[in-house]
């Protein structure tokens, strides 16, 4: 199995940081990374798929990048809607593995 | 609009069954393949099984091969996960989702864009 590692687990920036998430896949997995936000007590949504490519409605201050085995999730200007729990997942083979999650809380 | 309602979860004893539905609606049901997540409490996303638009193909996680079946009636726009031999490990939020496969640049990509509401499994004496 392919495994996702994402850092840090958790972070705390304030309104207007630039906030980066890593995953490492412990694979090469080509472009075949989605990043999903999960709010408490909601399922997750769909943020970027494939590695950079937003979903209608993403805003724009967040971003995706990278390829192999190491991707990013960028967020330009953090807002308060952008906390939550953030997970990235390949989808290069099954079973289709997400990392541990990342926890952004808002100072 | 596309719409993914779940069904069929509850308290189950160890080793006992359960049977989750997923009602699909505002899409070509049958012209996707639908997964199955689950979280337990406090935890990650973690995969557990796919099946195929026309259900010609079945995928599972070590973890639940040979105690889950996921199945689908593209009559009734329904998925299904039937779970035997429930164990303690089981219990979990168990959601199912939408995957559009889409094609890019000769390459075929899984993303999961849809997801129900999530419903909980609990399997406990």
């Known amino acids: 199995d392919i495994q996702m590692t994402q850092s840090p687990s958790s972070l705390s920036a304030s309104v207007g940081d630039r906030v980066t998430i890593t995953c490492r896949a412990s694979q090469r997995i080509t472009s075949h990374l989605n990043w999903y936000q999960q709010k408490p007590g909601k399922a997750p949504e769909l943020l970027i798929s494939?590695?950079?490519t937003l979903q209608s409605g993403v805003p724009s201050r967040l971003s995706g990048s990278g390829s192999g085995t190491d991707f990013t999730l960028t967020i330009s200007s953090l807002q308060p809607e952008d906390s939550a729990t953030y997970y990235c997942q390949q989808s290069y083979s099954t079973p289709y593995t997400f990392g541990q999650g990342t926890k952004l809380e808002i100072k | 609009e596309v719409q993914l309602v779940e069904s069929g979860g509850g308290l189950v004893q160890p080793g006992g069954s359960l049977r989750l539905s997923c009602a699909a609606s505002g899409f070509t049901f049958s012209n996707y393949w639908m997964h199955w997540v689950r979280q337990a409490p406090g935890k990650g996303l973690v995969w557990v099984s796919r099946i195929k638009g026309d259900a010609s193909s079945t995928t599972y996680a070590d973890s639940v091969k040979g105690r889950f079946t996921i199945s689908r009636d593209n009559a009734k726009n329904t998925l299904y996960l039937q779970m035997n031999s429930l164990r303690a490990e089981d219990t979990a939020v168990y959601y199912c989702a939408r995957d559009p496969d889409q094609y890019s640049g000769g390459i075929w990509y899984s993303q999961f864009d849809y997801w129900g509401q999530g419903n909980l499994v609990t399997v406990s004496s």
């Open positions: 494939p590695t950079s």
